[in-house]
């Protein structure tokens, strides 16, 4: 069972082009670093600078959703994500060493040194916070996605945009309300309704970043459609499939 699963795992990885990928794990690695700075602050309102990134991880979950399907999109996600608590284990590491930070040299305070540790070690609850946040967005984005695109017929841009859009407002909104209920309302006092306006805003904001962007990633899987980019992996799962239609058959007609 494993073995099929990681053998399913690499075969994946092998078949969705390494620049999606690689702009995907490197988005979800940067907003959480970019998360620490603020960029609004305001009574209503608060917005930090991972919102300048975090709609690049849902384009390419859409464009791999409408390639691949949701299944290979959640598992692109899960390896974002693990690549990223790597990237975090390693940054809390280095935090540790002994040893002054470039920016010391050139104030001489030891507070610099403090909060970078700070900034770059990170906090649990901010990795718990956006682990489990990026995990329920990327599951609710990747299924929305797939299940709007089942009702359309044609096979076009606004097909693309209509299911896109939709799911990348949707699974930004959980995306945010989860962050911000656990980490900011939590840890950093936000009150409500500065979680509910950053969680409205910034997914407004990261949908219509997708909407400006959204024209070049439906060329690009358009691409991989007519290059016929990742077949090996769709006739995989078109043989499983098939095979496990032809073992319920079997069982119904036991039964019968």
């Not at 602050?41 to 390639?67: E, Q």
């Not at 280095?94 to 610099?112: D, E, I, N, Q």
């Not at 690009?220 to 077949?231: A, H, L, N, P």
């Not at 799962?237 to 496990?244: D, R």
Request: charged share 15%; hydrophobic share 50%.
């Amino acid at each position: 069972m494993f073995r099929d699963f990681f053998r399913d795992y690499r075969l994946l990885l092998r078949n969705v082009p390494s620049t999606n990928v690689t702009l995907f794990v490197l988005s979800v690695v940067l907003m959480n670093l970019l998360a620490n700075k603020e960029l609004v602050s305001l009574p209503y309102l608060a917005l930090d600078c991972g919102i300048t990134l975090s709609w690049v991880s849902f384009l390419c979950m859409d464009m791999i959703t409408k390639r691949f399907g949701a299944k290979a999109s959640i598992k692109i996600s899960v390896f974002a994500l693990a690549c990223n608590l790597a990237v975090v284990a390693l940054l809390w590491l280095v935090s540790l060493a002994p040893g002054h930070w470039g920016a010391y040299y050139s104030s001489g305070l030891a507070p610099v040194d403090a909060g970078l540790n700070a900034t770059f070690g990170g906090s649990w609850y901010v990795v718990l916070g956006s682990s489990i946040s990026m995990l329920l967005s990327s599951v609710t984005n990747s299924l929305l996605n797939q299940f709007i695109g089942s009702k359309f017929v044609k096979d076009n841009f606004g097909t693309f945009a209509a299911r896109s859009y939709t799911s990348t407002l949707v699974g930004q909104l959980v995306d945010n309300l989860t962050f911000a209920i656990i980490v900011s309302h939590t840890f950093f006092g936000w009150t409500w309704i500065q979680v509910l306006g950053c969680s409205v805003t910034g997914a407004l904001v990261e949908l219509l970043c997708e909407v400006v962007l959204s024209p070049i990633g439906f060329r690009v899987v358009r691409q991989w459609e007519r290059d016929g980019v990742g077949q090996a992996y769709l006739d995989a799962q078109g043989e499983k499939n098939a095979a496990s239609a032809a073992v319920v058959d079997a069982a119904v007609a036991r039964e019968a």
